[in-house]
């Protein structure tokens, strides 16, 4: 089965050795050359498969080896059948094979008719010709300027051999002439199928005007393609090349001469395009004009489908016919499909939906289904950003329509007799009435949302409707006859609205009618919105009461209606109570008037006012049923929200106390960096992952929850920084551990001429490319898509990415790195396993030394290696061995990733459960900052001494004398040891008798190493002779890559003093240390 392998050629005897294959699928391929070569070997192949290739017709022969082929297919979208397969029919009857679903593609005369089937008199090769496949690019009129170049290329099937392609002008045959800029190039024949010519004009004049044509020639007939060429001068007007785009997709127009139509053709999706205008794709183009002015005019996309898939499928929706039959399925297919509606980013959005809000309604007398899945329709689409929904309504006035078409469900129910009719969503409610204008003292109405006492975050979520059916977080209301809030005893409930209408409402009303009052029947609605979103302010509105947009809708918009109440009725005040979701300034009371601004609607502050205002609740006063509200001027105001519980006390004590070991840390290392024992990139990795632990521990105790930070444009800073501090963490501890890979796996290498320049040193930067760049480009791609992602939605639980984005752009990254960084460590273990000897990191030597190693070297060997240098603990590089550094690393990455999951549970669950995790936090932060402390700084003698010495000065000079060398024991001839006047001068002042003491002892050295510390030569007694000779060993040399190793027994202390002389040399001096020696320590002990 080779099928769907886009195999263009196969080889002569390619199956040669496969002779018990029984079937053999080619099918989609793209195979142009068969011949009887390519099936050698083939004896008992039964059945044959080569549909879906390029080729058009088959040659006589080509299945001469296949002796026992019983069934053959070989349908392509190209196959001619003509003369050239004449000799097939004779051959399928005389080897009785079957042909199965094979048939004709041209010509068209025999289309869709089967091979076997077709008349053996019209197989012929006779005119007209027709071609499966011929084209030319480009295709259509080319509008060019002089000087410009144009090139041409066509291509037709290859189905004769004495086909060729020419290239004619007005009739006139085109040959290449270099002179004129015209090139052509010969035919090519492309896997037996195609054959192929180009023609390309580089310079063109305005001679080139005209119709240009590719010829196709053969003794069968002639078939061409034409375009047309228009040349212009250089001075003629054009509108200049532009890019547009727009809901339609992305459209690049061309320099288009001026008075010219330009056409492109629209993107296709697979997705609903039947529905556009346009029979064809040819047709479904947009078209754009430029004036005679050569500016760009007019444009059309109407034809082309929408870009984005959202409103794509919306517009399929809408272009849906609707009847009694499929009403309520439709509109519970859009209700499911609008849940999302906080994704849309495009005006059309909401424009269809309120369109197909409209079609509803007409069915919505008959099905009291319907009018309840319009109310949830219409609460998603307040989930929509208020930016869509504020150009949706100035285009058509979609957010008045859907409000208008919610007024008209309750009239449609009430008209079939019900007395009572009531329906909930999260973001609206709906209430309506009959009423007895006789008997009517007085209505007061709350609008309501349940909460559980457990539910930390309250308002969190208003956007779906449970799926569980629960109403918890959905707006209610509750009505009772009564003027006074006192009545109505609400447990466990937010009120965000209510409104009270007197008693006083149809007394008026009654006197001035003429028929009995107890006919006095009307019909009273209610409608809650939890906010202003589907009241957009979309004209001129500085006359009204949002002066101009300065002013914003911070409460529930309530709107009351009652049907037959004329409109000349006696002013009558309806006191309304609103919560307020922000604090601002310049409150006005206002309600809604869908007649102003040439039917856009605003809001107007006549007839209302403000009656009473606290911390968050307004009440006000108006003299006509409305649509209330409450606006505030909310500039440098912070929105209001619900107050978030404070962690656990656990969690801010021990917190503080991770703060404060970091911060020490930090402080120590770069204060005594200089008498610090770490080498320049270990003290870089160290001081980065305290300060990034710190910045993740500050940003989660200070704003992870929005504790402090109530500024809800804040909170997405927070979690763009919690983001990229936790990347940051990681990674750091991923360029650490791949150091100490690096250091142990080091080899040395061979040592070079002192004349031969040195390496450049490698930059330090390209690690905070790594532990900072990253992160950086992770998070700001992130907040570049939506920078909402970052919990800064009203209401956030807590300032932290959407579950959706975060998978992507944190749990999958962090995951990634710290699977890398175990595989590190993993690594780092097995190499100490394997190479136990290897303990330590040295530094390298300064240019001093490598001389002295290098002119020296004879003499260290003929002394038998019997003279050595003593090593100090300045030789080290780090203080911490190899398995001290790979255990700080691990535990380090183990207790951060341990930390960072318990205080994200500690702030997204429950009681009891968050106290657990709290509990758990603190252990984890108490364990986090225990460790770092005596990994960093209680365990590190040069440490203890630099706070020793920063602490106690006068403790320094006691720890400097106890190293002091005594005169009598410097040497063999009781003489003070003498230095040569180098770089390494320091080392007098830190060697010890106890050093020389101690020279059979402890410490491994190499050859190399002695013989880069000739400052202090020591000559060792000859009653050590034994002694060495039983110590002494050397390795063996490695193709000259390893070194020569000779440990000697020598025991050393630390004196606290690191030499650091090494520093004051220059760039050029340093970066000439010899790499060979920068060989590891063995079994270095440090008292």
């Keep these: 089965d080779l099928k769907n392998n886009l195999i263009s050629t196969i080889d002569p005897g390619a199956f040669l050795g496969l002779s018990s294959l029984k079937r053999l699928d080619l099918t989609n391929n793209r195979i142009g050359c068969l011949n009887a070569d390519i099936f050698r070997g083939l004896v008992n192949l039964i059945r044959l498969n080569l549909s879906g290739n390029l080729f058009s017709t088959l040659t006589q022969g080509t299945f001469d080896h296949l002796g026992s082929l019983k069934s053959l297919e070989f349908q392509t979208d190209y196959l001619l059948c003509d003369c050239n397969i004449l000799w097939m029919h004779q051959w399928l009857k005389e080897r009785n094979i079957t042909v199965r679903e094979t048939k004709c593609a041209y010509p068209k005369s025999l289309q869709s008719q089967t091979v076997t089937g077709v008349k053996q008199e019209l197989l012929t090769c006779e005119p007209p010709l027709e071609l499966p496949s011929f084209y030319m690019t480009p295709s259509h009129r080319q509008v060019v300027f002089e000087g410009d170049s144009l090139p041409f290329q066509c291509m037709a099937s290859y189905i004769d051999q004495d086909m060729q392609v020419l290239w004619y002008q007005d009739g006139k045959i085109v040959e290449t002439d270099e002179s004129q800029g015209i090139f052509v190039e010969k035919n090519m024949i492309h896997n037996c199928s195609l054959i192929a010519s180009a023609l390309t004009i580089s310079n063109i004049q305005a001679g080139s005007t005209g119709n240009w044509g590719c010829h196709v020639q053969t003794r069968r007939g002639n078939n061409t393609r034409t375009v047309d060429i228009v040349v212009l001068e250089s001075s003629a007007q054009y509108c200049p090349p532009e890019r547009v785009v727009n809901n339609k997709g992305d459209f690049r127009w061309p320099r288009t001469l001026a008075g010219i139509t330009a056409y492109l053709l629209c993107t296709r999706y697979s997705a609903g395009s039947g529905i556009y205008p346009g029979n064809s794709q040819d047709e479904r183009r947009a078209w754009r004009r430029c004036d005679r002015g050569g500016y760009w005019a007019e444009e059309d996309y109407s034809r082309c489908q929408y870009a984005n898939d959202v409103t794509r499928v919306l517009y399929m929706f809408n272009q849906m ?435 031969e320049p040195p390496p450049p040193p490698r930059p330090m930067l390209r690690f905070y490319l790594i532990g900072g760049g990253i992160p950086i480009i992770v998070c700001g791609i992130t907040a570049a898509a939506n920078i909402r992602n970052y919990g800064s939605r009203p209401n956030a639980p807590y300032c932290w990415m959407a579950w959706e984005p975060s998978l992507g752009a944190f749990y999958g990254p962090a995951s990634f790195i710290i699977f890398i960084n175990c595989m590190y460590f993993l690594s780092i273990f097995i190499q100490l396993k394997r190479h136990p000897e290897r303990k330590y990191e040295l530094k390298e030597p300064v240019e001093e030394q490598q001389r002295l190693a290098t002119n020296d070297h004879g003499e260290l060997a003929h002394q038998d290696s019997l003279s050595v240098s003593l090593v100090s603990t300045s030789a080290l590089e780090n203080e911490h061995s190899f398995q001290a550094q790979l255990l700080g690393v691990g535990l380090a990455l183990l207790l951060y990733v341990a930390l960072w999951i318990f205080g994200a549970l500690s702030v997204s669950l429950y009681y009891p459960m968050d106290l657990i995790f709290s509990c758990f936090f603190g252990a984890t932060c108490l364990s986090l900052s225990a460790f770092l402390m005596v990994h960093h700084c209680i365990n590190r003698e040069d440490v203890r001494h630099a706070w020793i010495t920063t602490c106690c000065p006068g403790r320094s000079t006691y720890s400097v004398q106890v190293n002091v060398q005594p005169s009598s024991s410097s040497g063999t001839n009781g003489e003070a040891p003498k230095c040569t006047n180098s770089s390494a001068e320091s080392s007098c002042t830190n060697k010890s008798a106890s050093s020389l003491k101690n020279s059979s002892q402890g410490c491994k050295l190499t050859n190399l190493q002695a013989a880069a510390a000739q400052c202090h030569p020591t000559s060792l007694p000859l009653n050590t002779g034994p002694q060495l000779d039983n110590s002494l060993t050397e390795h063996s040399v490695d193709n000259d890559i390893k070194m020569h190793v000779a440990p000697l027994e020598v025991q050393f202390r630390s004196n606290g003093h690191p030499s650091r002389h090494h520093k004051t040399r220059s760039k050029g001096h340093r970066a000439s240390r010899l790499a060979v020696l920068r060989e590891y320590a063995y079994d270095v002990p440090t008292s």
């Excluded at 509105?541 to 101009?548: E, I, K, V």
Aim: hydrophobic residues 45%; proline residues 3%; aromatic residues 10%.
């Design 321 to 755: 016919p609707l009847n009694l039959t499929n009403a309520v399925a439709t509109a519970r297919q859009l209700l499911a499909y609008t849940v999302e509606a906080a994704n849309f980013s495009d005006k059309m959005d909401v424009i269809f939906v309120a369109e197909m809000i409209e079609k509803f309604g007409r069915f919505a007398e008959k099905y009291k289904e319907l009018g309840d899945v319009m109310v949830d329709i219409a609460s998603n689409i307040m989930l929509a950003d208020e930016r869509v929904l504020w150009m949706a309504q100035r285009e058509a006035k979609a957010c008045t329509r859907i409000v208008q078409c919610l007024q008209k469900i309750a009239m449609y129910r009430l008209a079939n007799g019900a007395q009572v009719y009531s329906t909930y969503s999260p973001n609206i409610a709906l209430e309506a009435y009959v009423i007895k204008a006789a008997g009517f003292s007085g209505m007061t109405c709350t609008v309501f949302q349940k909460v559980a006492t457990s539910d930390r975050t309250g308002l969190s979520d208003y956007g779906r409707r449970d799926p569980d059916g629960n109403l918890d977080k959905q707006l209610s209301f509750k009505c009772n006859v009564s003027n006074t809030l006192s009545s109505l005893a609400l447990k466990n409930t937010i009120v965000e609205a209510s409104i009270q209408l007197p008693a006083s409402l149809f007394t008026q009303k009654q006197k001035r009618e003429i028929r009995p009052a107890d006919e006095s029947v009307y019909k009273l609605q209610l409608i809650a919105f939890r906010n202003g979103k589907l009241f957009p302010a979309t004209g001129n509105s500085t006359s009204l009461a949002d002066d101009g947009k300065r002013r914003t809708v911070v409460t529930p918009v309530i709107l009351a209606k009652i049907d037959g109440l004329s409109l000349g009725s006696p002013r009558v005040p309806v006191n309304v109570t609103l919560r307020r979701m922000a604090h601002g300034a310049d409150a006005v009371a206002a309600q809604w008037d869908f007649d102003l601004l040439n039917g856009q609607g605003g809001w107007k502050s006549d007839g209302c006012r403000i009656l009473l205002a606290d911390e968050n609740i307004t009440t006000i006063q108006c003299y006509s049923l409305s649509n209330y509200a409450v606006l505030m001027d909310l500039s440098g105001a912070e929105l209001y929200t619900q107050p978030a519980d404070l962690l656990h006390p656990v969690i801010y004590a021990t917190a503080v106390v991770l703060l404060m070991c970091l911060l020490m840390i930090i402080v120590s290392y770069i204060y005594h960096h200089s008498v610090i024992r770490i080498s320049v990139k270990s003290w870089h990795m160290l001081v980065n992952l305290s300060f990034h632990i710190f910045l993740t521990c500050v940003m989660f105790i200070g704003g992870g929850s929005c504790i402090f930070l109530f500024f809800f444009f804040f909170c997405f800073e927070v979690g763009i920084i919690l983001h990229y501090s936790t990347l940051a963490t990681v990674l750091w501890l991923g360029v650490t551990s791949r150091n100490i890979y690096k250091q142990v796996t080091k080899k040395a290498k061979r040592c070079q001429d002192p004349d």
